[in-house]
Antibody
């Protein structure tokens, strides 16, 4: 079955760039949409953005100016870069698969069915 | 942006109780509504998508209903494993937002 695993530094200094990678195992990264979602300690979930295996992206407007999501199909990985971080960016960061193909073969955007275990990133000097 | 509002924020219940959580959208989202369960230190788990479709492997005591702007998640008979935080999530125009969560506690 498909599994996701986040990796990257757990500590980032203010004003620097947060960089995380999600490795997809047990299946191909192609043909699905992949997202990053974060959760500050004790708070709710926030969608950051998605990437399609072709490289097409869309970002949360509240983060758009600081976010870049990229994909490496040869490694079955996709990555997140968040620039100019502050303490407000301290959170658990999750990668997740979104959507599915219906019986007619059309892609249906809906929910996140597979999640990584999450990785805690702290922004602090 | 579409805002999602869950109620209540916290719910105290006993094993065997019927539990209902409500989620309201700031504008119509048709049936593009999902529900998740999250336990401490774990990733969210998808329970229901498209407002009422049960994800594979999820117990049938979970059910979802609603369309437009008002949705509900019902647990027909609360089990010890169900004490957790529940989130709703909407999809609209290539953008997703979550509710603030409902914590189901032991009474």
């Amino acid at each position: 079955q498909v599994q996701l695993q986040e990796s990257g530094p757990g500590l980032v200094k203010p004003s620097e760039t947060l960089s995380l990678t999600c490795t997809v195992s047990g299946g191909s990264i192609t043909s699905y949409y992949w997202s990053w979602i974060r959760q500050p300690p004790g708070k709710g979930l926030e969608w950051i953005g998605y990437i399609y295996y072709s490289g097409s992206t869309n970002y949360n407007p509240s983060l758009k100016s600081r976010v870049t999501i990229s994909v490496d199909t040869s490694k079955n990985q996709f990555s997140l870069k968040l620039s100019s971080v502050t303490a407000a960016d301290t959170a658990v960061y999750y990668c997740a698969r979104e959507g599915y193909y219906d019986s007619s073969g059309y892609y249906v955007h809906d929910a996140f069915d597979i999640w990584g275990q999450g990785t805690m990133v702290t922004v602090s000097s | 942006d579409i805002q999602m509002t869950q109620s209540p924020s916290t719910l105290s219940a006993s094993v065997g109780d019927r539990v209902t959580i409500t989620c309201r959208a700031s504008q119509s989202i048709s049936s593009w509504l999902a529900w998740y369960q999250q336990k401490p230190g774990k990733a969210p788990k998808l329970l229901i998508y498209k407002a009422s479709t049960l994800e594979s492997g999820v117990p049938s005591r979970f059910s979802g209903s609603g369309s437009g702007t008002e949705f509900t998640l019902t647990i027909s008979s609360l089990q010890p494993d169900d004490f957790a935080t529940y989130y709703c999530q909407q999809y609209n125009s290539y953008s997703w937002t979550f509710g603030q969560g409902t914590k189901v506690e032991i009474k």
